[in-house]
Each structure stands twice: as C-alpha cells, then as structure tokens.
C-alpha cells in the first residue's frame, strides 16, 4: 500500500513549456486534491475531484488544468509555465484514518520555471 | 483574505516542555478543523482533528483545543521531543469532513535539547 505517490518529483521548465503533474493514490479513495504551497502562503487549493469523472475549481486554479483519468489518477497540467508557478505541488486524497477523517499527501513535486 | 490565520512563524521549546501552537479563524461556518506535521521534502502528514460539536480531543501527546466564540483553535504538545521539529499547520473545512480544506501559513516549531 503506497498511499499517494506524485511523479516527478523535482522539475525544471523554461517558461512556456508545459508538463503533466501525475498523482494516483492505491486507497480506493474518492476525493482527490492539488494544492500548491508558496514560502509564508500555506496550501492553497488548485483543484479537486469530488469522484471519478468530476472536477471543480479550487481558489487558485489559473494556468492549470486537470484530468481525474480513473478512481486512483488524478493529473494536473501546466499549458504554459509561467515562473509565478513555482512552487512545491502536493496531490492528496480524503480517507478515514482512525475513525477520523482527513486528507493523505503524496510527497511533493518541487517545480522550478526559469 | 486569509480565512485560517497561524500569527506565529515560529516557536522554540525546550525538550519535555509543553508546546502550543495557536490557529485563528475567521470563517464561523468552519465546522471541522485538523492539525497537520510536515518534515522538509515530504507531504503533510494528520496528527489529529476535531468537530465543532467538541472543545477538546485528545491522542496521545496531543491535544486540541477549539474555542468557537473566540474563533481559536490550538494544539498543545505534551511532553515535546526533538522529533516533533517540524512545520505545523492548521486547516479547516466547512463540510463536516476533511474535504475541501483551508489552510493557514504554518508554524515552525523547533524543539531544543
């Protein structure tokens, strides 16, 4: 059981390249989230999937774009890498743990636009 | 217009001392709030929740504590050890569940041999 996994891990882009984040979680959950987190900002939310096919906009989702591909993927796109999108993005899924709900996190991908 | 507010940066605490860490709201429909740990180079990870039907819950070494009327909630850390050095953040939904989160900017807690 991996929980979330997110791949890459670290990323380099010039601006104006695009690249797909990927996450998949193996927990059966229904829920999935990507947030970003920016030095004295917190997580702030791109984007999340409530269930397979749905997705909805989070408070900071411009200049991306996502794909609930299937129950376990959820992927978030950057069309056009601005460097104001460098940040530490973190994919996360709602579960149960000890009764309690809550959110799991994958590791982070660190994404630096030059 | 920042919804969950953490006003310290930082917090330094001798080993086997208590440690609290103090979250503010300002959102009075936030009914469910957690408390998350986050090391360098991992994801968050959950340390412990509470529901606005409560004031307190407790796991082990830790212990939340909410205030609605004073919209404040803090975790309180007992005895702190050196493993607890990390960043904490406090988050909160309007759900009931842990969906759909609001995160404030964390705290740095450093504990000290």
């Known amino acids: 059981n991996a929980g979330v996994t997110q791949t890459p891990k670290f990323q380099v882009l010039k601006t104006g390249q695009s690249m797909t984040l990927q996450c998949a979680q193996d927990?059966?959950?229904?829920?999935m989230y990507w947030y970003r987190q920016d030095p004295g900002m917190g997580l702030r939310l791109i984007y999340y999937?409530?269930?397979?096919?749905?997705?909805d906009k989070g408070e900071v989702p411009n200049g991306y774009n996502v794909s609930r591909l299937n129950k376990r993927e959820f992927s978030l796109r950057l069309e056009s890498a601005a460097p104001s999108q460098t940040s530490v993005y973190f994919c996360?899924?709602?579960?149960?743990?000890?009764?309690?709900?809550?959110?799991?996190f994958g590791p982070g991908t660190r994404l630096l636009v030059l | 217009d920042q919804q969950v507010k953490q006003n310290s940066p930082s917090l330094s605490v001798q080993e086997g001392r208590i440690s609290i860490l103090n979250c503010d709201y300002t959102?009075?429909?936030?009914?469910?709030f957690l408390w998350y740990k986050k090391y360098p180079a991992e994801g968050p990870t959950f340390l412990i929740s509470?529901?606005?039907?409560?004031d307190k819950n407790e796991d082990g070494r830790f212990t939340v504590f909410l205030n609605k009327s004073a919209k404040h909630l803090s975790l309180h850390i007992v005895p702190s050890q050196p493993g607890d050095s990390a960043v904490y953040f406090c988050?909160?939904?309007?759900?009931?569940?842990?969906?759909?989160?609001?995160f404030g900017t964390g705290t740095r807690l450093q504990v000290t041999l």
């Open positions: 996360a899924s709602t579960g149960k743990r000890g009764g309690r709900e809550t959110q799991y």
């Open positions: 927990m059966n959950h229904n829920s």
């Open positions: 999937s409530a269930s397979e096919g749905t997705t």
């Open positions: 959102n009075s429909m936030f009914d469910y």
């Open positions: 509470i529901s606005s039907i409560k």
């Open positions: 988050a909160a939904s309007v759900t009931g569940t842990a969906s759909k989160l609001t």
